[in-house]
């Protein structure tokens, strides 16, 4: 985390002396709320419910042509799932039963992120890029249930159920409103598989990725 703060600093300075030639800079803080989910890719019947979350950060902006601007940014950001899993399998005396897996995760990830702003008018622009994700702390609970009994029950640290880091592309729209204030809705989705290969709870192996969407006020000093 020192690390990623720490070339945040430099990268702003060397910004802030780019600027000094000519171009101007805009530094600024955003903070809003985000619908975190994760994407599953197995054979099992999964539900997904959206996680309501929190994130916010500093940011810098700064022209790169007439209609295209370049922010870095350095944020906090809360992602999760709330999920409900479900396959059919074998009892040790050869009976199909049901088995559900319901998991709760909730992570806080330090963010390093660089994305262009595409102005298709003075005010609107679009929005692409991505960002660097690690994660600094998680919490997870999964309770697992066979034939409608509870069988195991885990509660404590996330990264016993996901990897800590991740690789984010995103994409959206925002509006500047004068010269201080503004809004962007994103939506992201995670390109590193986050599950862990074993998981004692489900015994199965899968593939997962953070996505979800975000709606963010920044304003600009």
């Known amino acids: 985390m020192k690390r ?14 780019f600027g000094q030639e000519g171009e101007r800079l805009s530094f600024g803080v955003r903070a809003g709320a985000n619908l975190s989910n994760q994407y599953y890719i197995t054979e099992d019947d999964i539900n997904q ?6 994130q916010g950060g500093v940011y810098v902006v700064f ?7 370049k922010e870095l940014s350095l944020n906090i950001i809360e992602r999760g799932a709330i999920t409900h899993m479900e396959s059919i399998v074998r009892n040790s005396e050869g009976y199909r039963i049901l088995k559900r897996d319901t998991s709760n995760v909730s992570y806080l990830y330090l963010s390093l992120g660089l994305k262009d702003r595409l102005y298709l008018s003075k005010h609107f622009y679009l929005t692409i890029g991505g960002d660097i994700e690690w994660g600094i702390k998680g ?4 309770t697992l249930t066979e034939t409608n009994k509870i069988s195991d029950v885990f509660e404590g640290d996330a990264d016993l159920l996901q990897k800590r880091w991740d690789v984010v592309a995103s994409g959206g729209l925002g509006i ?5 204030i503004n809004i962007e809705y994103n939506a992201s989705f995670g390109l590193v598989n986050i ?27």
């Open 4 to 17: 990623s703060i720490l070339l945040f600093a430099c990268i702003l300075i060397g910004l802030k002396v």
């Open 49 to 54: 419910l959206f996680k309501p979350c929190l």
């Open 63 to 69: 022209p790169a042509s007439n209609r295209v601007k």
């Open 139 to 142: 919490r997870g609970s999964s």
């Open 176 to 180: 500047d409103i004068g010269r201080r």
């Open 195 to 221: 599950s862990r290969s074993i998981n004692s709870l489900h015994n199965v192996v899968f593939e997962n990725h953070n996505y979800g969407m975000s709606l963010t006020l920044g304003f600009r000093f």
